[in-house]
C-alpha cells in the first residue's frame, strides 16, 4: 500500500481537539477543508474502498483471540467464546480485533476523525441525556480513539450484511440495508458540512423523530402495523429502564440489608467470589476509594453523586466481546432504601486500534473512553468518569463508571424484519456521522464523499466481501472449539 493511503497521509498540517487530529487548514478556513477532502479523493478515489480479500500473511483470527484472553479473568473467557458461537453475527461481536487487523491494510482517505472503533449495529441504542430526553446515538466506546473514519463505516455496513444472512434476508434485502446505513451516513456528512456550526454540533436524533419515522412508513403502507408496536414497545421499555428498575430486578434483602442477587456465573455478589485479588473488605474497600476518587473526573462542580453511599457490589458478565473483562455493578443509597442508584464500573484496556495506529495521547484507557464518548455523543451520562486503581492483588487498573441503565433499549435483532432494518441502518449511518461530524473534520469527509453514490457502491461490496471473510473465520473459530484448542462454555 502507497503511502498515501495510510493513516499517516497528510495533506496539511493538524490540530488537536480532546485527541482527535483534525487534517485540515485553519478550522475558519472552509473553502481550504473542502479543497482538502476533494484532494483527499484524487490520491484515493473512493472506488478502492471496493471489496476484500485477505492478505496473503492474515494473522490466525483464533489467535488473535487467544492473545485477548491472556488479560482476562480466566474463568469468564469461556462464556465469552460461548456468546460468539452461536452465530456468525455474534461472533462478529466479539471479533473487533480481527477486524480492525483487516482494516489496516485497507485504503483511506487520511482525515482522521475521533472513531467508535467497534462501530456495528448492536452499539447503538436509545438511552436518557441528562435533560431526561430519550436520544439515539452509539452507546459504546471501548475502542474509542482518533482513526480513519472509513473505519467505523465499514464495520457498520458489514454489520448489517452478517444480521441480515443471520435473519434469512434476501440478498436485496440485505443490500437495501447496507446501502441505507452508508447512504445515510453520507448525505447526512454533506448535511452536516452546510449547517451552521453550532447546529451540526448540537444535532442529534431522539426518540420522537424516530416515532414520527416509523409512523410515516406506516402511513405510507411500507411497514407494517407490527413494527410500528414494535418499536413503540421498545421505546415505552427503555423509558421503564431506570435504576428503580434495575434495582428490583437486581436486588434483594438479605437480613435486613440491600444485597445484589447472585446469578453466578453472570452476577456474583463479592461475598460468594473466590477472591484472588484480596479478602472482600479489601475489596469493598478498593471499590469506595475508586468512588471518591472518580469524583474528580465529573464534570460538575456540585454533583448528585454526593449524596450517595457505597452499599454492596457484584462482578457482572457484559455483552459479548467485553466478557471476561472486570466489570462491576454497584448499589449505592441515596435518601433511604426507595432511592437507590446502580453504578457499573468496567475495565478499559487498550483499545484493539492502537496495534495499528498512534497510541492514544491518555496514559489512562478509562479516561480515553470517556473522553472520546464526551466527544462523540451529543449527550452523555451525567455518571460517566474514569479512575485508575491498584487493586488488592497488586495491579493497577483502568475503569470507567457510568449508570447501568438509564433509559436504555436497543433492536431486537431476533425479530426485525428487511424494512424495519432499513430504518434502523439509516438512524445508524445518520448517527455515526453526526458523531464524526462532531470529532472530526465535518467539511473535508463530506467533500471526500461527495454527491454520488460511488463511495455507497464500493462499501456496498466491501460488506458483502467482508461477510463472507466472517463467515470463514467463525468457521476457524468453532473448529478451534470443537478441537479443543478454545473452551466455550455451555448454556451461555
Known amino acids: 500500500m502507497s503511502d498515501t493511503t495510510t493513516t499517516e497521509s497528510r495533506a496539511t498540517g493538524s490540530e488537536r481537539v480532546d485527541g482527535a487530529e483534525l487534517d485540515s487548514a485553519r478550522l475558519d478556513d472552509f473553502p481550504a477543508r473542502w479543497e482538502l477532502g476533494r484532494a483527499a479523493r484524487r490520491r484515493v478515489p473512493r472506488s478502492s474502498h471496493a471489496g476484500w480479500s485477505p492478505a496473503s500473511d492474515r494473522p490466525d483470527p483464533v489467535s488473535l483471540l487467544e492473545q485477548q484472553a491472556v488479560t482476562r479473568v480466566p474463568e469468564l473467557v469461556p462464556i465469552r467464546y460461548a456468546r ?9 461481536r466479539g471479533a473487533a480485533l480481527i477486524m480492525a487487523s483487516d482494516l489496516a491494510g485497507t485504503p483511506v482517505s487520511g482525515i482522521t476523525t475521533q472513531i467508535c472503533g467497534d462501530a456495528h449495529l448492536s452499539n447503538f441504542g436509545v438511552f436518557a441525556s441528562p435533560e431526561r430526553r430519550l436520544v439515539f446515538d452509539i452507546n459504546d466506546f471501548d475502542e474509542t480513539l482518533p482513526g480513519p473514519w472509513e473505519w467505523d463505516v465499514k464495520r457498520l455496513a458489514a454489520s ?64 407494517g402495523t407490527k413494527q410500528v408496536e414494535r418499536t413503540e414497545a421498545t421505546l415505552a421499555k ?22 445484589f442477587t447472585a446469578d453466578p456465573p453472570l452476577i456474583t455478589p463479592v461475598e460468594d467470589l473466590q477472591l484472588g485479588e484480596g479478602t472482600r473488605e479489601d475489596v469493598e474497600e478498593w471499590m469506595r476509594r475508586m468512588l471518591s476518587e472518580y469524583r474528580s473526573t465529573l464534570p460538575q462542580a456540585r454533583h448528585p453523586i454526593d449524596e450517595f453511599r457505597y452499599v454492596h457490589m457484584a462482578r457482572k458478565v457484559v455483552g459479548v466481546g467485553s466478557v471476561g473483562t472486570r466489570a ?11 432511592d437507590p442508584l446502580i453504578l457499573q464500573a468496567k475495565q478499559a484496556e487498550q483499545s484493539v486500534l492502537e496495534r495499528f495506529l498512534p497510541a492514544s495521547r491518555y496514559d489512562h484507557h478509562g479516561e480515553r473512553v470517556v473522553r472520546g464518548q464526551r466527544l462523540m455523543q451529543a449527550a452523555s451520562d451525567l455518571f460517566l468518569g474514569w479512575e485508575r486503581v491498584l487493586a488488592p492483588d497488586g495491579v493497577e487498573r483502568d475503569f470507567y463508571i457510568r449508570q447501568l441503565n438509564d433509559w436504555k433499549g436497543s433492536a431486537d435483532l431476533e425479530v426485525i424484519l428487511p424494512r424495519g432494518a432499513e430504518l434502523y441502518a439509516t438512524a445508524c449511518g445518520q448517527t455515526l456521522a453526526r458523531a464524526h461530524a462532531r470529532a472530526g473534520d ?36 468453532a473448529e478451534a472449539v470443537a478441537s479443543g484448542r478454545l473452551t466455550a462454555a455451555e448454556g451461555f
Open 84 to 92: 460468539m458461537l452461536v452465530s456468525p453475527f455474534t461472533f462478529y
Open 160 to 223: 448489517f450484511e452478517i444480521a441480515g444472512r443471520h435473519r434469512g434476508f434476501s440478498d436485496k434485502a440485505r443490500a437495501r440495508a447496507v446501502r441505507a446505513a452508508v447512504t445515510s451516513y453520507r448525505m447526512q456528512m454533506r448535511r452536516a458540512a452546510e449547517s451552521r456550526v453550532l447546529e451540526a454540533w448540537y444535532d442529534q436524533l431522539d426518540a420522537d423523530q424516530v416515532q414520527e419515522w416509523i409512523r410515516a412508513e406506516r402511513a405510507a403502507n411500507r411497514v
Open 238 to 259: 427503555a423509558r421503564r429502564r431506570d435504576s428503580v428498575r434495575a434495582f428490583t430486578k437486581l436486588v434483594s434483602t438479605v437480613d435486613g440489608e440491600l444485597r
Open 328 to 338: 462491576w455493578i454497584v448499589l449505592l443509597r441515596g435518601r433511604d432504601d426507595a
Open 442 to 477: 465535518r467539511v473535508a469527509i463530506a467533500a471526500y464523499l461527495g454527491a454520488s453514490p460511488r463511495f455507497d457502491d464500493a462499501i456496498a461490496r466491501f460488506a458483502v466481501d467482508y461477510a463472507d471473510q466472517n463467515e470463514r473465520d467463525y468457521a476457524a473459530f
